[in-house]
């Protein structure tokens, strides 16, 4: 029934509650820039270059795998296996480096392994009409276990014959001062942005996120469109992984597992940032950098991490609060 | 002409209901089911000596009271949400350990420190239930931050370690038997009773299951849908604590984030219910009998030898499967 | 004699429509009191603002002299106000005898639910009320349409309220039931319960109403005795002007066939519907709920799955099996359920208008914007429709301007064919006069138009031939010249048709 909707006051062009509009909007840039000041005064060494370059880093894996998360959600969905994504393109990658191939199939390895967890997630959701959240759980502790069983209960992989350059170039390398994962996030962003704000398949990605039947009936192939934005997910989340399986030269299981809540937070976060409230590419660029300055912080303070953990929950929790109670209070 | 109409929902629904089946499909669903759960039982039973022994048949119930309580907070989820889930089951239950837990070790007594557990159990419900009412989350986002928030508590709590402390009382219910049955069983019991009356033959369950059944007619019949789902949450909440204290007793103290794994059983529970039900809702009695399956097939494959990260591998493989099922099951509902 | 309802001075506002604009609306006791006016005159709004739904900018709602407004839709039900919706809904899981007693379970003690008490009630409250024999085992789901409603209706009349809403109850319903329900109408007036009758049709308003009220445009026209009314007067009285004037006829030249359908068939819902739509020509589809016009169009279009059945276009048998199909051979449809499926409410205009024929403008997949903002600007500007920019949310419009937004994305595909599916529903009397004169160009531009409509005048003043359907059947064709009111509800209450299973 539509009563709800109708019954709720929709003003059409009176200026909503100024105060509600300001935090919604720019609530979340407000406390960025207030929690690093607050962190260049009382954190030492937080204003540094090496520092500053530390973030960078430690933003571009989950800038990267938050972009994906971003595609996945504007088209209405989750993906709750976007960790495992990672690990298949660190895992894959580095076992084929182990196994003694060269940089390019190792790599197009790692990104094929991302691309068969997101068809399933795809399949799961487009072709069998999984609730997101479920199909994609069931594949995260799936592919989570089969990790394990691969990797004998955990042990990391190491490539014992050598890493070749060109592919230690990916998580090390720099080009001129700048850290290549640091280009490759800037590259994944523009790629992301273009794609989400300028191609033809943007629209179609925000339209079925909003209303598939309508889109449907608009002649958009929605379940392409829904089974396509989880294999570019996963598929740029494999790319991550193996910009970090370069950077610590080996291949870590599980080790995309804390990059899940922190993607979809940093997605969450850029939804305040974008003014209708929807996930956004440099949305979700503000929410990873803010969440990565937080846990570089926490690390400079010295904060235990269970305490980190605990953090990080309760600010997932009070942003998705905040994001929420002032959309209803706009409308 | 309505004459005909009328008695032909009589005979049909007539002919079915003696087996409360809707359909072929779904009849098959049910024999595929609980014939797989008789195909394990007889593999476990011929792989292994052990399986069918007296005392890992106790254990066996041991395992899986711990494991059905939560499940009944979550089919009450599963139902006034309309099939989305309360993530945060393994980390409330982690945390209401914690509580009980560190209360223990401080030296209070062992009944206020159930009590705390479950009371926080119970807040952590009622948060889950306002984020997902006043503050209008998905519900399974609003439990993934809770779940979160609690994992990220009950390590400040242990302090990031095993935490060792042996109850006699919380032990005795949670390891030993009474008059020849595991006690566990007996709280098991219980909180079946409790769920099942509540949900199946009282006003409140209607009321929950006509949420989950059509938000706008259970608007229209003047319920108060954010007072039961919140009810709801808190009720899973509530599950979660009596499933900490029992932790406890099982661990003999809290291993930090034990409870973790327990997420994708109880799920698996919940969804079994959920595609076995005969009217597309799951059901208490249903997660019963899921919670009962899981508990077999993990204290089967332990008893075979197959190592965790396989008997992971199959759950993960289950989960799919299932909510693959009950996805096809309600797109064919929605067709028909 | 003293009223027990006394509406006074009622205005309501949504944005860009007044629904009602100081409307007063009396019911005595004991009377059966018809509110009759076309869609769009404040009917439903009327009954809203009683049931506590919407709350009313201004006036006051008294009942037995207590003054009703504030309160919730539970609160005025607990004072003895029934309502009887058009399309309510059930909870598809439920046995019959579960719905009849939600929320007022009898109780064994401890709590408990007596489950045979339940049903033991509830068949005889069904066969006592309205003399059913359903079993109430039964789930909700596996009832016919008629049969849901008609449970509905029991579980309303169980409270004993002493003031009854019927809103268009009989939509759904076969003679026999019909004739069932005015037997219990008439037995509840004699119980002394009150009952306000809305519908759109007279001849039951003649049948059973005392006092009739017809709203025009948001405003009163008049209440009057209906033994002293004629069907005649009442209809000059709820559409006022000429049907001439508010139906700006177009009247194109008619080609050849555009659109050829044949046998096209889906359960039992539609039964092997055949027909063909000329160029230039208005097809008008009438029928009551649930007669399967919406289920053939969707057919047509692609939306839904067919059993069997063919399509031809300019004369060529073509594919359709999706709505992408459908919109590459030049058809459209503009959907009944407009927030639902006309519009994604959370995009722009230009997002809305743009998304079937969005490849038209791209280049290597990039959205040419300028382009695409020039053209969908020109559509603004030539329907008229009232927008601060083509940035703005949809969800900002009113009904009618977002009904021309639905309209634009398929002028902008430039559409051969255009299904109208009740394209009308909820929007303000201007916006309507635009839709018509826009199907009117349509046609006059040389596409084919099918609408599809439960109004009466609606279908008669702008078809220029009219189908009409009875469960899932076609039953009648008749010309513009031959189609009278009467006629087309002879044949859509299944008149003229020999078999009927």
């Known amino acids: 029934m539509h009563t709800g909707a109708e019954n709720r006051p929709i003003v059409a062009l009176r200026r909503p509650l100024l105060k509600w509009t300001f935090v919604a909007e720019y609530g979340t840039l407000a406390a960025f820039v207030t929690m690093c000041l607050v962190l260049s005064a009382i954190a030492p060494g937080f204003l540094t270059f090496d520092n500053i370059l530390t973030i960078l880093r430690q933003i571009s894996v989950l800038g990267i795998i938050s972009l994906g998360m971003t595609l996945v959600m504007a088209s209405g969905g989750i993906d709750l296996s976007i960790g495992e994504a ?246 | 002409m309505s004459s005909n109409t009328v008695r032909g929902g009589t005979m049909s629904s007539r002919k079915l209901r003696w087996a409360g089946v809707r359909n072929r499909s779904h009849l098959a669903v049910r024999v595929l089911t609980i014939g797989l759960f008789v195909g394990v039982c007889v593999l476990f039973a011929a792989m292994s000596p052990i399986f069918l022994m007296p005392s890992n048949l106790l254990n066996i119930v041991r395992q899986t009271a711990l494991l059905a309580i939560m499940s009944f907070g979550m089919v009450s989820v599963i139902i006034v949400t309309h099939g989305e889930a309360d993530m945060s089951v393994g980390g409330i239950t982690g945390l209401s350990a914690a509580v009980a837990v560190v209360l223990l070790v401080r030296g209070a007594p062992t009944a206020l420190s159930i009590l705390a557990a479950i009371a926080t159990g119970l807040a952590a419900g009622l948060l889950n239930g306002i984020l997902v009412t006043k503050v209008g989350l998905l519900p399974f986002l609003a439990t993934l931050a809770t779940m979160n928030m609690a994992m990220g508590l009950e390590q400040v709590l242990t302090k990031g370690t095993y935490v060792p402390f042996a109850d006699p009382f919380i032990g005795f219910v949670a390891n030993e038997n009474f008059l020849g049955v595991p006690a566990s069983a007996f709280l098991l019991l219980l909180v079946y009773l409790a769920f099942y009356s509540l949900l199946d033959h009282m006003p409140t369950g209607r009321k929950i299951y006509a949420i989950g059944g059509n938000l706008q007619a259970a608007r229209a019949s003047g319920i108060d849908v954010a007072k039961y789902t919140v009810l709801t949450f808190a009720l899973s909440g509530l599950s979660c604590g009596l499933a900490g204290v029992l932790l406890v007793g099982r661990l003999s103290g809290l291993t930090p984030l034990a409870a973790a794994p327990l997420l994708l059983d109880v799920l698996l529970a919940g969804y079994i219910s959920s595609i076995l039900s005969s009217v597309g809702a799951p059901s208490v009695s249903g997660a019963l009998f899921g919670a009962m399956l899981v508990g077999v097939l993990s204290n089967g494959l332990a008893v075979i030898r197959v190592p965790t990260f396989y008997v992971n591998l199959v759950k993960g493989l289950l989960i799919i499967i299932v909510v693959a099922a009950n996805a096809l099951q309600r797109r064919r509902r929605s067709i028909s | 004699m003293a009223a027990l309802l006394e509406m006074k001075g009622i205005r309501k506002e949504f944005p860009g429509v007044v629904a009602l604009d100081g409307v007063d609306f009396s019911v005595v006791p004991g009377e059966i009191h018809a509110l009759l006016g076309e869609n769009g005159a404040g009917k439903s709004t009327l009954i809203k603002i009683l049931a506590g739904l919407y709350t009313p900018d201004r006036g006051t709602v008294v009942f037995r002299g207590e003054q009703l407004n504030g309160l919730s839709p539970q609160q005025v039900q607990a004072r003895g106000i029934a309502f009887i919706h058009q399309e309510r809904a059930y909870i598809p899981y439920f046995t019959v005898g579960q719905t009849l007693f939600l929320g007022r379970e009898p109780s064994r003690g401890a709590g408990l639910i007596d489950w045979p008490r339940l049903y033991r009630k509830a068949s005889e409250e069904l066969v006592r009320i309205l003399g059913l024999e359903i079993d109430p085992h039964a789930p909700m789901e596996s009832l016919t349409v008629s049969e849901k409603q008609l449970v509905d209706i029991t579980k309303a009349l169980i409270t004993n309220p002493s003031l009854i809403v019927f809103d268009e109850p009989t939509g759904p319903l076969s003679e026999g039931e019909i004739e069932r329900l005015f037997a219990v109408i008439k037995r509840l007036k004699s119980q002394g319960v009150t009952v306000v009758y809305i519908s759109h049709r007279l001849d039951e308003v003649f049948q059973i109403c005392d006092r009739a009220t017809v709203l025009k445009d948001g405003k009163n026209v008049t209440t009057l005795e209906v033994k002293d009314a004629t069907p005649d007067g009442i209809v000059r009285l709820m559409v006022g002007k ?162 021309k937004v639905v309209l634009s994305k398929w002028l902008c595909g430039s559409a051969k064919v255009v299904i109208f599916d009740q394209p009308t529903i909820g929007i303000d009397v201007g916006a309507k006069t635009e839709i018509y004169r826009l199907m009117g160009k349509l046609v006059s531009d040389g596409a084919g138009v099918i609408l599809v409509s439960s109004e009466i005048p609606e279908v008669l003043g702008l078809s220029d031939r009219i189908l009409v359907m009875y469960r899932g059947r076609i039953t009648a064709e008749l010309s513009r010249e031959e189609a009278t009111p009467d006629r087309l509800l002879f044949y859509a209450m299944g008149g003229g048709v020999a078999d009927v299973q």
């Open chain 1, 86 to 331: 990672l690990d298949a393109g660190a895992l894959v990658s580095i076992s084929l480096i182990a196994a003694g191939f060269g940089a390019v199939p190792s790599i197009l390895g790692g990104l094929a392994g991302g691309l068969v967890i997101g068809a399933i997630n795809g399949l799961l959701v487009a072709g069998f009409g999984v609730m997101p959240f479920l199909a994609t759980l069931g594949v995260h502790s799936m592919v989570m276990s089969l990790e394990m069983v691969y990797t004998r209960g955990g042990l990391p992989i190491y490539p014992y014959g050598g890493v070749p350059a060109s592919f230690n170039f990916l998580g090390r390398g720099f080009i001129g001062p700048v850290p290549f994962p640091v280009v490759a996030l800037a590259a994944c962003l523009l790629l992301f942005y273009l794609m989400l704000h300028r191609l033809t398949l943007g629209r179609y990605v925000y339209a079925v996120g909003e209303n598939p039947e309508a889109s449907r009936l608009s002649g958009v192939n929605v379940r392409l469109v829904t089974f396509g934005s989880y294999v570019i997910a996963s598929v740029i989340a494999a790319f991550a992984g193996i910009i970090l399986a370069s950077r610590v030269s080996s291949g870590q299981p599980l080790a995309g597992e804390p990059y899940l809540l922190d993607s979809i937070a940093a997605v969450f976060m850029g939804r305040t940032v974008s003014r209708e409230g929807k996930a956004s590419i440099l949305g979700s660029l503000v929410g990873a950098a803010f969440l990565g300055t937080v846990m570089n912080g926490m690390t400079l303070l010295n904060v235990v991490f269970y305490m980190q953990t605990f953090i990080k929950g309760a600010l997932l929790l009070g942003v998705l609060a905040l994001a929420s109670y002032a959309r209803t209070r706009r409308t």
């Open chain 3, 242 to 403: 000429e049907l001439k004037e508010k139906f700006p006829k177009v009247v194109a030249s008619i080609g050849d066939p555009i659109l050829e359908v044949s046998n096209l068939c889906r359960g039992h819902v539609v039964r092997n519907v055949s027909f063909k739509l000329r160029r230039g020509e208005i097809l008008g589809i009438y029928g009551l709920v649930g007669a399967g016009r919406t289920e053939m169009v969707r057919l047509v279009f692609g939306a839904d799955k067919k059993d069997a059945g063919s399509i031809m276009v300019e004369g060529v048998p073509v594919i359709i099996n999706s709505p992408r199909e459908a919109i590459d051979q030049g058809i459209a449809l503009v959907p009944e359920d407009r927030r639902g499926q006309g519009v994604i409410v959370e995009m722009s205009v230009r997002d809305n208008v743009t998304l079937p024929s969005l490849k038209g403008f791209s280049r290597a997949g990039f959205v040419a914007s300028r382009r695409e903002r020039a053209a969908v600007q020109n559509f603004v500007k030539q329907l008229n429709i009232k927008t601060p920019g083509i940035d703005h949310f949809v969800k900002y419009l009113s009904g009618g301007n977002q009904q």
